[in-house]
């Protein structure tokens, strides 16, 4: 079964410090991924998508996130967070075989000023 | 371009009711998805369609179903309603192909009593 995993359900970072919010699936097919972000009482937004080639992908608002097929992960990364970039963030999961999409439980990252 | 809405935003319902949720996709998407969001469960997936037809399901019980109609807006029904079932329920659209990312609406929070 596909699954996705997201080991942090908090992260508490300060104004202009780095990030990384770390997003791990299993699947035994090949996948496509993204990263959502969700902003109080709103629906989600898409922050970037991985499908194929490069595997370092650039998003919206300055995130970016590297695939790594041998861990089987999409961690997600920005150099400098401000106090916007407080949300709820979302990995996802695609099987290739066109299946549903299989959102992980959310990282909550919250920026200290 | 007008994104996903969907309707009501937000509703009270006593239990053994009711309910019905719409949502109306991005012009020119075909696909319509839904997912539960309840408090520290993330998201859940409920239903996926596509042309009209049912593509997959999650595993809900069959008192959630739901349509998807000619202009691809779709309904969510929720019969015989239970506690549990509060929760913010999203409705993402996209263009039907394997790799789109989804657009999501801003939710309709379901509150039973």
């Known amino acids: 079964a596909q699954s996705v995993t997201q080991l942090d359900s908090q992260v508490p970072v300060f104004e202009e410090a780095p990030v990384e919010l770390r997003c791990n699936y299993s699947?035994?097919?090949?996948?496509?991924l993204f990263w959502y972000v969700q902003y109080p009482n709103q629906g989600l937004q898409l922050l970037l998508k991985?499908?194929?080639?490069?595997?370092l992908v650039k998003g919206i608002n300055g995130f970016e996130a590297e695939f790594n097929k041998s861990q089987t992960s999409f961690h997600l990364r920005k150099p400098s967070v401000h106090i916007s970039d407080t949300a709820e963030y979302f990995c996802?999961?695609?099987?290739?075989?066109?299946?549903?999409?299989?959102f992980g439980p959310g990282t909550s990252l919250s920026v200290i000023p | 371009e007008a994104g996903v809405t969907q309707s009501p935003t937000h509703l009270i319902k006593t239990r053994g009711q009711q309910v019905t949720l719409r949502c109306s996709p991005i012009?020119?998407?075909?696909?319509v998805y839904w997912y539960q969001q309840a408090l520290g469960l993330g998201l859940q997936f409920l239903l996926w369609y596509d042309e009209g037809e049912e593509r997959n399901r999650g595993n809900f019980p069959p008192r959630f179903s739901g349509r998807q109609f000619p202009n691809y807006s779709s309904e969510l029904n929720v019969n015989a309603l239970e506690l549990e079932d509060s929760a913010l329920y999203l409705c993402a659209s996209s263009v039907g192909q394997v790799n789109s990312p989804l657009h999501f609406g801003n939710g309709t929070r379901l509150t039973v009593t």
């Open positions: 996802a999961v695609l099987k290739t075989s066109y299946d549903k999409v299989i």
């Open positions: 699947s035994s097919v090949s996948v496509y």
């Open positions: 991985y499908l194929s080639g490069s595997t």
């Open positions: 012009s020119g998407h075909t696909s």
